[in-house]
Every structure is written in C-alpha cells, then in structure tokens.
T-cell receptor
Framework: QQPVQSPQAVILREGEDAVINCSSS?????VHWYRQKHGEAPVFLMI?????EQKGHDKISASFNEKKQQSSLYLTASQLSYSGTYFC?????????FGTGTSLTVIP | DTGVSQDPRHKITKRGQNVTFRCDPI?????LYWYRQTLGQGPEFLTY????????KSRLLSDRFSAERPKGSFSTLEIQRTEQGDSAMYLC???????????????FGNGTRLTVT
C-alpha cells in the first residue's frame, strides 16, 4: 500500500537540481509532499489533485501523472535549507499513507 | 491558529506500564490522525477520526493500542502493557477536509517520543 520513492538518498551541492519520484501500486487521486528535518515533524509542501499540477514554492514544484500512478518533486537551485527527508503521501481507502522517504542532503 | 500540540514531548516508561498521550488539533479541523515513526522510517498510519468517530484503524495496531476523541476536539492515544518495540515517535496530525482536497494538508504536532526500558 505504501508508495515507493526513489532515490532513497541523494547528496547535492548548493545550486544543483534534484528530482524525487513517488510511485504507487494503487490509483492515486491526490498526492501530498512533505519535508521533515531531523528531530522535527513533517511540514506540508504542496498537494496535487488528479489531473492537476501545483507549484508550492518558487524553486520547488511537482507534477502528477495519475495514469502512471506517479508523482515527481523537482527542486531547482537547491539551498542548504532544502536538506531533510521528503515524503510523498496519498489517501488510499480511508488511510493516509506516506511514501518510503528520500533523504536529501545539500552541501556547500 | 495555534497549531497542533502534543503532550508530553517525551515519555520514558518501564515495560509493562500503561502510557497515555494527548493531542490538541487545530480548532476547526475535523480530521485527526495518529502516526508512529521510528528512526529512518516514514510515518506509519495508526488511526484517524472524523470528528468524534474513529473511522479507520490500522490492522498493524495491536489491541494494546486505543484512541479516543470524545468530543471531537482533543484526542488521546493509550498504550497498555508497553513493550520495548513500542519505542518510537508518536505523531498527531489534523486536517480540515479529506486529503483529496486542495485545502487539506496535514498539520503535524511535534510528537511524543516514547522510550520503553
């Protein structure tokens, strides 16, 4: 049931770009993206609905392909503050599942 | 909007003891979720409420776990006869609407870290 994310971990230098993918074996009707920094609670980034695409921040955007049951998060010109673990999330049945997570580390 | 608050922040207990955690959601939010998270893993769904009704409970949740939301406001999560495997961060989240709506992000509290010795 849990969406699978790739890659599991990525290390970037400041200014580089990254893509995080989220795939589900179940039909997706909406996808959430969250970022969690070490020792803190997850923080909402954005939500995408079926057939839609929404930008949550200037340099962080996402796409949603409901036919492929996939979503991707795009981070451009990464900053040190982008470091953390990124989770996609989706409602399946009456449960809200988080993905397997992607650890992103941005280094100077 | 004062955010989601959880109490206590940390709890250390001996195996076999009962513990209870409290979550106060954002006041106008009618959905409330409980998650468990262990180091390096994503949040694992435990249960959720729509107002005072508990609509879903994970099959992974043993009978030692029980949650209530008596008046549709705050919620409590109780773990009876704690085991060392219960050690984790317990997160509470609330949302205004179903997750399939634009206005339905989950707002998380800072969690209760449980250590069972």
């Amino acid at each position: 049931q849990q969406p699978v994310q790739s890659p599991q971990a990525v290390i970037l230098r400041e200014g580089e770009d990254a893509v995080i993918n989220c795939s589900s074996s179940k039909a997706l009707y909406s996808v959430h993206w969250y970022r969690q920094k070490h020792g803190e609670a997850p923080v909402f980034l954005m939500i995408l609905l079926k057939g839609g695409e929404q930008k949550g921040h200037d340099k962080i955007s996402a796409s949603f392909n409901e036919k492929k049951q996939q979503s991707s998060l795009y981070l451009t010109a990464s900053q040190l503050s982008y470091s953390g673990t990124y989770f996609c999330g989706t409602e399946i049945g009456n449960q809200f599942y988080f993905g397997t997570g992607t650890s992103l580390t941005v280094i100077p | 909007d004062t955010g989601v608050s959880q109490d206590p922040r940390h709890k250390i207990t001996k195996r076999g003891q009962n513990v209870t955690f409290r979550c106060d959601p954002i006041s106008e939010h009618n959905r409330l979720y409980w998650y468990r998270q262990t180091l390096g893993q994503g949040p694992e769904f435990l249960t959720y409420f729509q107002n005072e009704a508990q609509l879903e409970k994970s099959r992974l949740l043993s009978d030692r776990f029980s949650a209530e939301r008596p008046k549709g406001s705050f919620s409590t999560l109780e773990i009876q006869r704690t085991e060392q495997g219960d050690s984790a961060m317990y997160l509470c989240a609330s949302s205004l609407l179903p997750a399939s709506s634009y206005n339905s992000p989950l707002h998380f509290g800072n969690g209760t870290r449980l250590t069972v010795t």
